[in-house]
Each structure stands twice: as C-alpha cells, then as structure tokens.
C-alpha cells in the first residue's frame, strides 16, 4: 500500500486541480449577464493587473517554500511573522468555510438540473419538511460525505480533482465549439452584436453608474481568485519547484483566454435584451438560461422543428448539469481540506489545541476536517430551520465573505517585498528581481485588490443599502479581529505555561 509520502502529484493533474478547483465556467456567463461585453475589458484588465503577476508571485513563493507543509501559513509567516501569518491566515480560511455553506446550495441546484434539466430544489418535499429544510438536511449528507473520502488521503482529492477538471474543461470548450457552430450556420450574424457602444458599456441597468462598474472588479477577482487554495496540496506535487510554477502559469493563461473567449460566445447565440434582461433571470440560474438557450438557437440554426429545439436546449441544461455536479463534486473535495491544512500544519502547535494538529493515517488533519464539517452544518441547519432570521442572518454571512475571499490578497501580494528581502532563500524560481520593480508591481496588484474591495463595500451606499454596505466591509475586519484576540490569549496562555515550566 502507497504510504502519502509516496503519492506524488504530476504536472497535468496539478493543472486540472487548479482548473477544477478555481476556474468557473458560470463565472462567464455570469459575467455577460452583468456586464455584457463590457465585462471583457474588466476580466482582461483584472488578469493583467492581478491574476498575472500573483499567478507568478504565488508561483515564486510556493517554489521557495516547497518543502513546507502550511500553504500560505507558511508563505506568510515565511515572508513576515507569525502573528500576520495567523491572523491572514484565519480570514482567508473563514472566508473558505462561509463558502462550504454556499457551495452545498449551488451544488444541488447542479444536481437538479442535472436530473431534471432545470431547477426543481424548490419544490423538494419529503416526510412533511419544507423544501428549505429538506434541502439543508441533503446539504449536510453531501458534506459529510465529501469529508469522510477527503479525510482518507491527498490521492482520493487528486483522482475526484482529475475528474471534476477534465468536465469543467469539457463544458467551457464545448460552449465554444457549439457557439461557433451556430455562428457559421448563421453566417456570422451575432445574436448581440459587437459595437463600441457594447465594448465600452453595459446594458445591465445595475452597473451604470462609475462605482458599479468599478466594483465588478471583486467579482472578476473572485472569478480567478483560489490560485493559493493549491498551496495546501504543493508537499504532494513531484518536484514542486518546477511543477508548481508551471501549473499555476499554464493554469492562469488558459483561464483567462477561456474566460473571453466564452464571454463573446454568449453573444452568439443570446440577445442581452431579449434572453437576459426579462423577469425570472438571476445569478442563481443565468448558467442554464443561456446553456438552454443554446440549445435551442442550436436546433433551429439546424433547422430542426421547435420541439426537436426544446428539447435539445433541455438536453444541453441536463450536461451542464452534470458537469457543475462533477466540478462542484472536485471542489468540495479540495475545499475542505486545503485551506484548513494550510491552516492547521502552518501554525505552532502552541497555537492551537492538541486534537485539532493530530494527522490521521493517510496524513490527513482529520479532526480539525471534522470540526470544520460541523461548523458549516450548523449553519445549514440555522439557515434552514431558522425562519425569516436566518434568511437575514445567511445575507449578512454572504455579504462578509464577498470582501473577505478577496482579503487575505492584500495580505499575500503586501508581504512579497519582504519575502523577496529575505537572503537565506532558495529560489528555483524568481519572477521579477530589483527592489523598485518589486515595490511598483507589488503596489500596483494591491491597489488593484484594495480598489475592488472599496467599491465592492461603498456601492450599496449610493441605493440607501447601508446594511449591506456594513457587513460586506465588516467581514474582513470581525474575522480579523477575532484571529487577534485568540492569537494574543494563546500566546499568553503559552507564557505562562513555560513561565511555570522553569
């Protein structure tokens, strides 16, 4: 039997790890619904000012500390101290947990429409619950589930990841080469047509305004955002100092050409006016509006009869569907354990409890999984149990993790002047040398991070939403502190005990 020690993660699978893990198909569609073609600019502005440079700030932080155990734990700490590390460290890993809760809902809308080809959830009723409450209690099943196969080893992540990545890629490329299809059939003619009126603004009445623009930024950051969830896994991968660099870069290329070239696609087939800006159409369901959409203006660009369309369209939704599942399916798998390992092996041991750093056989934080397990299934139930107070209680949750999934940036792309200080380094990989260059790329990512965030939490003001407004820009702050506050009474709590120990 393989020991974890012998488990080594190659090129191609630490790529599709990547893809499975971070790249989002929807994030496209989600962006033309948005943004429009507007949203190009955005995702390539973003990918210049942000995903490039960290992709490779990342790259050279995870070949210099490839021996080490605790993620960007490890990088921080490596680069700063301990108490940055660990404050970082808990925002970023609490940002992952709030996603746990939200993921698990999405995740069965995946479910249904794989089943059904559209949304059902809604009306799932069994044994007198609600559908609500149904729906929490299956949250949790797939949960529990996903973390007792991710606590038996990192090879049952890698072999779930290599799945979930090569459908991830099938359904973005399949959008494109159907989207072209029906392009040529329709000889060139675009559904939305190119103009520079369609480049340069977008037809969504919501971003109009300057700060609504501009606070798009977060949400294409968070559509790359993830690159350092891979950290976790990087004592695994064969000859790191190479394969990680070469899987991030390759990783964050082939995104972002995806990203764009699948934004124009839904221009091909789908009328903004038309398919998009009409009651019924939301975040929640855009994916398989414009998928279902497809299929139809596939049938008929085919000159099949109206039916034979419909049901088509119904047949696209169906593999969407399935992809979403197998994807989400990679992502749980890789969520549950790599923040909270980076977490966990990072930290002093003095940090945290006994139980919580205690590796199960195949190498696993086990314990600390569950815990984590535990807390994300109180709050389903909370949220799905509770009434009207958890519905407001799930808003608030939502809106603190908008900021603080995009947080710990700040605290990753500030600390590379530091780390880049550090002499005593082994660095088989360096992406950019000279102090003033590493200052002016380093400051022009954070301000890009720091921008998004700031309209991200003062655009809600302009529409009289100040709660919103409050929570989203209190997220970051309220799990800071509490990191602040507990690394303190531990650190105190480790005085003493070696204050008695002499």
């Excluded at 490329?173 to 369609?198: C, D, K, R």
């Excluded at 038309?274 to 497809?294: F, M, R, S």
């Excluded at 939502?398 to 005593?424: E, G, T």
Aim: glycine share 8%; with cysteine; hydrophobic share 50%.
């Amino acid at each position: 039997m393989k020991s974890k020690d012998d488990v080594k993660i190659k090129l191609g699978s630490l790529v599709l790890m990547i893809f499975s893990s971070i790249f989002g198909f929807s994030n496209s569609l989600t962006a033309y619904y948005q943004m429009g073609y507007y949203s190009i600019i955005w995702y390539i502005i973003t990918a210049i000012l942000f995903f490039l440079p960290s992709a490779l700030i990342f790259a050279e932080y995870g070949a210099t500390f490839k021996g080490v155990k605790g993620g960007i734990f490890s990088w921080l700490e490596g680069s700063t101290n301990e108490k940055v590390a660990f404050i970082g460290t808990f925002i970023w890993l609490s940002a992952w947990v709030v996603w746990l809760v939200s993921s698990t809902q999405f995740f069965l809308v995946s479910v249904s429409t794989a089943m059904f080809g559209h949304d059902t959830t809604q009306s799932w009723h069994l044994a007198g619950l609600t559908s609500t409450q149904l729906l929490g209690i299956l949250e949790v099943i797939f949960l529990v589930v996903v973390t007792f196969c991710a606590s038996k080893g990192i090879d049952k992540i890698a072999v779930v990841n290599n799945i979930g990545g090569v459908f991830t890629l099938a359904i973005a490329i399949g959008f494109m080469v159907i989207s072209l299809l029906v392009f040529i059939l329709n000889h060139g003619q675009l559904a939305e047509p190119i103009t520079a009126t369609n480049l340069t603004h977008s037809p969504n009445p919501a971003f109009q305004s300057p700060i609504a623009v501009v606070s798009f930024i977060v949400y294409a950051l968070f559509a790359y955002g993830g690159l350092e969830t891979t950290s976790g896994v990087i004592d695994s991968v064969d000859k790191p100092e190479k394969t990680f660099p070469k899987a991030l870069v390759t990783a964050m290329v082939a995104m972002t050409a995806l990203y764009v070239i699948n934004i124009l696609m839904c221009g091909i087939a789908a009328n903004w006016n038309t398919q998009l800006g009409v009651k019924g159409v939301d975040l929640a369901n855009v994916e398989y509006v414009l998928i279902n959409n497809l299929g139809v203006v596939t049938g008929h660009s085919l000159g099949l009869s109206q039916s034979a369309s419909l049901a088509l369209g119904n047949a696209f939704s169906h593999f969407a569907g399935i992809a979403d599942v197998l994807s989400g399916i990679a992502a749980a798998f890789l969520m549950v354990y790599s923040p909270i390992k980076s977490f966990i092996e990072g930290c002093d041991p003095r940090l945290l409890p006994k139980k919580l750093v205690e590796l199960n056989k195949h190498g696993m934080p086990e314990k600390s999984m569950w815990l984590q397990a535990i807390i994300v299934a109180v709050i389903i139930l909370f949220i799905s149990f509770g009434g009207n107070a958890a519905d407001q209680f799930y808003t608030i949750l939502m809106d603190m993790m908008n900021v603080s999934s995009s947080a710990p940036y700040l605290f990753l792309i500030a600390a590379y002047p530091f780390f880049k200080k550090k002499k005593d380094l082994d660095r088989p990989f360096v992406f950019i040398e000279g102090t003033k260059k590493v200052w002016a790329t380093t400051i022009v990512v954070w301000l890009v991070v720091a921008i998004g965030i700031v309209f991200t939490c003062i655009e809600p003001l302009f529409t009289g939403d100040y709660q919103t407004s409050f929570w989203t820009a209190i997220g970051p702050v309220a799990f800071g502190i509490v990191a602040w506050v507990y690394y303190d009474y531990r650190e105190r709590k480790s005085e003493k005990a070696s204050e008695i120990a002499e």
